[in-house]
């Protein structure tokens, strides 16, 4: 994918429900280009490392980046995984300024568009430009809800039909392990769930 | 209350010094008593504008949604916090969800247009509306963590370590939805419990 593609799938992003004549569509227009990319990266690759407290962002332009833990027993956690056209950030040092907590891994052969944390930075500390990490905020916000909301609310077997139908590339890129912790269920009741499916 | 809205304002906006309390005092002042709820009273439902910041005073609430028909308890408001609806205070959308009072409560409310007109006048940005983001996104981290990692036991010794007056606060039924268990495995949870107190 070429660069300029690539920022304009950014753009289109951030634009989303902005009327024509918004004030910000230049600010985004301006930060869409201080995006470098789009960076290849393998399967395997961590674009953040557990201990890690920077703060770049990161947009997927393709593949699939999930963050990968452990629990107090040693157990598998994956509290999100982020596909193509989705945002990527180190939650932990955003939300509270301490280390990351788990590793982003990326889970298939993944193209990315990268900015550095201290444009994201700076913005937030221009007035009429800090609406835009209000934006970016929001995006954050509503991934994290929804996933809270079908964890709640959704059986496992529900949450892994919605998978299947919204989040295909990550259901692919799993392992049966990692699956289950991102559904939030031992791994005995995966298999039980996917034999009775015929999955 | 004033000096504790100010007092909270400041938590909620993370300020450190002087910077912006000039602001936050003109917010804290403009709030005003928005309702006094009695048990089961709704402060806003699903499919409404909800543009307005909210401060809980000395009961409690809880946030349900509705998801297939099931009502589930997401969160719930402990005395003297600020609230609001995420969907349509953060992300400009109707509600999708239910504010229930559960417990007697005088609740004090500044409208969304007084906060932006405030926030303009004291250049204060975006740093409320971040600020409430990070928060929002934060509780539900931990909440997944919660449904993700830990057995029904767990679950329900983490939310008595974080609030030990939750079994007064809300039914069995409320929580069993707020810690995604079935009612009965609730019942024989607390029965346990207290068997163990004995």
Redesign the interface.
């Known amino acids: 994918m070429e660069k300029n593609k690539a920022r304009e799938l950014i753009e289109y992003d951030l634009t989303k429900?902005l009327s024509p004549s918004n004030a910000l569509r230049p600010v985004i227009r301006e930060f869409t280009q201080m995006f470098e990319g789009p960076i290849p990266l393998h399967k395997g690759q961590h674009v953040i490392t557990k201990g890690d407290s920077h703060k770049n962002l990161f947009f997927i332009l393709d593949g699939v980046i999930a963050e990968i833990g452990r629990?107090e027993q040693g157990?598998l956690?994956i509290?999100s995984a982020y596909e193509s056209l989705q945002w990527c950030t180190n939650?932990e040092t955003?939300?509270?300024g301490k280390k990351a907590q788990q590793s982003y891994v990326c889970l298939t052969p993944t193209l990315i568009m990268q900015v550095n944390a201290s444009v994201i930075e700076e913005l937030?500390l221009q007035?009429g430009k800090?609406?835009l990490?209000?934006i970016l905020?929001?995006r954050?916000?509503?991934h994290?809800?929804s996933?809270?909301?079908r964890?709640?609310?959704?059986s496992p077997k529900q949450h892994y039909a919605w998978m299947k139908e919204n989040a295909p590339l990550s259901l692919q890129a799993f392992t049966r392990d990692q699956l289950a912790?991102?559904l939030?269920i031992g791994r005995a009741t995966l298999f039980r769930m996917l034999k009775t499916k015929g999955s | 209350m004033k000096v504790r809205l100010e007092r909270e304002l400041i938590n909620l906006y993370g300020l450190e010094g002087v910077i912006g309390v000039e602001g936050i005092k003109a917010m804290a002042a403009a709030f005003s008593v928005d309702s006094i709820c009695m048990g089961r009273d709704l402060i806003w439902t699903p499919e409404t504008n909800v543009q307005k910041l909210y401060f809980n005073t000395k009961g409690v609430l809880a946030e349900f949604s509705r998801v297939d028909g099931k009502m589930l308890c997401q969160q719930i408001i402990t005395p003297y916090r600020f609230f609001w609806s995420e969907k349509s205070f953060l992300m400009w959308e109707p509600s999708d969800t239910t504010m229930v009072c559960l417990k007697p409560s005088t609740i004090y409310s500044l409208d969304g247009e007084q906060v932006r007109k405030i926030t303009h006048e004291n250049n204060l940005g975006f740093l409320l509306a971040n600020g409430l983001t990070r928060e929002n996104i934060k509780g539900y981290r931990i909440r997944s963590r919660n449904l993700s990692l830990l057995n029904a036991t767990e679950r329900l010794n983490d939310t008595l370590a974080t609030n030990p007056r939750i079994l007064d606060q809300l039914n069995r039924n409320e929580l069993a939805s707020y810690l995604g268990l079935s009612r009965s495995s609730v019942f024989r949870l607390l029965h346990t419990l207290y068997r163990g107190k004995e």
């Open positions: 429900g629990d157990g956690y509290p939650m955003m939300l509270t937030a007035a800090d609406e990490v209000f905020n929001q954050f916000l509503n994290v809800r996933h809270f909301f964890l709640l609310h959704n912790a991102h939030g």
